[in-house]
Nanobody, 123 residues
Framework: QVQLVESGGGLVQDGGSLRLSCAAS????????MGWFRQAPGKEREFVAA???????YYADSVKGRFTISRDNTKNTVYLQMDSLKFEDAAVYYC?????????????????WGQGTQVTVSS
């Protein structure tokens, strides 16, 4: 059974930085695209960033230039470095995984989800 476990969320001041991690287990992740979504209260879950097995990356326009996604395939772990955080970045951040990158980047329907980690940005 595939499991995705996020960590690294917390409280940060406006303009600050935070790094999220997502460790995958329970399967072979060769060829998988990993990604991040977020959901703020009262809003729909939205795509944030994704990284393919070969390293190709995708970002939502709202985070381009501020967030960086990376992965360590030897550790089955994906990271999201978040810099210049804004109040509107506050949300529960979810890790996702799928062999088909389109299910993460386009349709938002990845096969696997993590449980989420809270990011709070104080103004």
């Amino acid at each position: 059974q595939v499991q995705l476990v996020e960590s690294g969320g917390g409280l940060v001041q406006d303009g600050g930085s935070l790094r999220l991690s997502c460790a995958a287990s329970g399967g072979t992740f060769s060829g998988y695209t990993m990604g991040w979504f977020r959901q703020a209260p009262g809003k729909e879950r939205e795509f944030v960033a994704a990284i393919r097995w070969t390293g190709g990356t995708y970002y939502a326009d709202s985070v381009k230039g501020r967030f960086t996604i990376s992965r360590d395939n030897t550790k089955n772990t994906v990271y999201l470095q978040m810099d210049s955080l804004k109040f509107e970045d506050a949300a529960v951040y979810y890790c996702a995984a799928d062999r088909n990158y389109r299910r993460i980047v386009i349709s938002g329907t990845p096969g696997y989800w993590g449980q989420g980690t809270q990011v709070t940005v104080s103004s």
